[in-house]
Every structure is written in C-alpha cells, then in structure tokens.
C-alpha cells in the first residue's frame, strides 16, 4: 500500500493552526490561515505543498530539522506581514514566537519538521 503523503502533509498543516488556535484563539491571522489553507487544499490537494516547498522548505528546511531558533529571532531574514498565504505561515510565527511557552515550541517544531520531511516526498 503506497502512503499518500499528500494527505499527510495536508492534514498536519491543518492540525498545526489548528493548535495555534487553541492558543491564539483571538489570533484573526491564525483563522485566516486556516481558511486559506482549506480552500488550497480544495482547489488543488497538492497546492499548499508545493508552496510549502518553494516558499519555506526550499530556503528553511534545514533550519527547521536542525530546530534552529534563530530562524524566529528578531535580526533572522524572515520577513514579517499580514499576508494569509499559507507560505506565510514562518513570518507569523516569528511574531508569536516569544510568547510560546517551551512545551509549545518544541509541539511547533515537531509539525514543522514533519511538514518539511512530508513536502520532501511529495513530487510537485
């Protein structure tokens, strides 16, 4: 049986806002991004993966496996907006980064990681 890694990948990054949620839960962003990656997935089940992939894995994918926090610290390249794109979802993290508690971040990057390795089996 072949593991669709599509659905993996489309499921963990709705699971990952969704957490954020929780603990945003007056985060407007946060809801935008949920809906914005809903309706990806509905156009295309492959959509927000492949700009997970150009957009985040390309140039942080590393970073993410190697859990380096510089990647959300105030002097990183990681530039900041409001845009709900889901290929936005590291400049909001950055803004929110500091207000996770240690048990949250380590939940952060264990979606991340497992983001970054399911885009990488994904053919897009």
């Not at 993996?8 to 957490?19: G, Q, R, V």
């Not at 991004?33 to 295309?44: E, K, R, S, V």
Request: hydrophobic content about 45%.
């Amino acid at each position: 049986m072949e593991i669709d890694y599509v659905s993996k990948f489309n499921s963990t990054i709705h699971e990952l806002i969704e957490d954020l949620i929780v603990i945003f839960p007056d985060d407007e962003d946060l809801c935008m991004f949920q809906t914005a990656i809903y309706a990806g997935c509905m156009m295309d089940s492959k959509k927000v993966a492949c700009g997970f992939k150009k957009r985040i894995d390309v140039q942080f994918g590393d970073k993410i496996i190697a859990k380096d926090a510089t990647l959300f610290l105030s002097d990183s390249n990681l530039v900041c907006n409001t845009s709900t794109s889901t290929i936005d979802i590291l400049p909001k993290l950055k803004t929110i980064w500091g207000s996770l508690s240690e048990d949250d971040k380590e939940v952060v990057w264990k979606y991340l990681r497992i983001l970054v390795v399911l885009c990488r089996k994904i053919t897009v």
